[in-house]
């Protein structure tokens, strides 16, 4: 059974500059979820989208964004892009229920300089 | 406000000793709890897991610990080998909440032959 995937696996942007990310979650997932990590900051939610709704929303502000398609892939975007957006990106996908586990794919690395 | 805490972040330890990898979280309604690991450029992978209504789970090498009254888990690795080094993260979800896990910042376990 295939993986998760995401592309592109490395990003360089300029300030200003928009972005965006896609990931393929694991056949029949319904869930994919995208976490924003930067060093010493953990893994930092950002949204989830399930049956092509976003289900639910992290604290980021409201450049971030994404969007789910009927075959579950998900893109997201980043607007008005920042110095402080450097990050890995990793998308996780899941059947979407309590008490199971996320699966993530290797991550974008975006650096915007 | 942390509701997931690794307040050490970084582990050394000797090639056939024991790790133990700490977590505290503060709100008394996580009831499912994991522990992911992380190479350096992959995405995060499934270790463990554990539900709220056991004090114990154990896979191999690994064993995770919950105390349901300190608020608090462990993750034992007996014994550890060098290919354990890595960075560990553990989360904590919330049955009849959003189902995301929310993720402490980590541990950085290097494991010296």
Known sequence: ?113 | DQQVKQNSPSLSVQEGRISILNCDYTNSMFDYFLWYKKYPAEGPTFLISISSIKDKNEDGRFTVFLNKSAKHLSLHIVPSQPGDSAVYFCAATLSGGSYIPTFGRGTSLIVHP
Not at chain 1, 45 to 52: G, K, P, Q, R, T
Not at chain 1, 73 to 81: C, D, F, H, P
Request: with cysteine; hydrophobic share 30%; charged share 15%.
């Open chain 1, 1 to 113: 059974k295939a993986g998760v995937t995401q592309t592109p696996r490395y990003l360089i942007k300029t300030r200003g500059q928009q972005v965006t990310l896609s990931c393929s979650p694991i056949s029949g997932h319904r869930s994919v979820s995208w976490y924003q990590q930067t060093p010493g900051q953990g893994l930092q939610f950002l949204f989830e989208y399930f049956s092509e709704t976003q289900r639910n929303k992290g604290n980021f502000p409201g450049r971030f964004s994404g969007r789910q398609f009927s075959n579950s892939r998900s893109e997201m975007n980043v607007s008005t892009l920042e110095l402080g957006d450097s990050a890995l990106y990793l998308c996780a996908s899941s059947f979407g229920t309590a008490q199971e586990t996320q699966y993530f794919g290797p991550g974008t690395r975006l650096l915007v300089l």
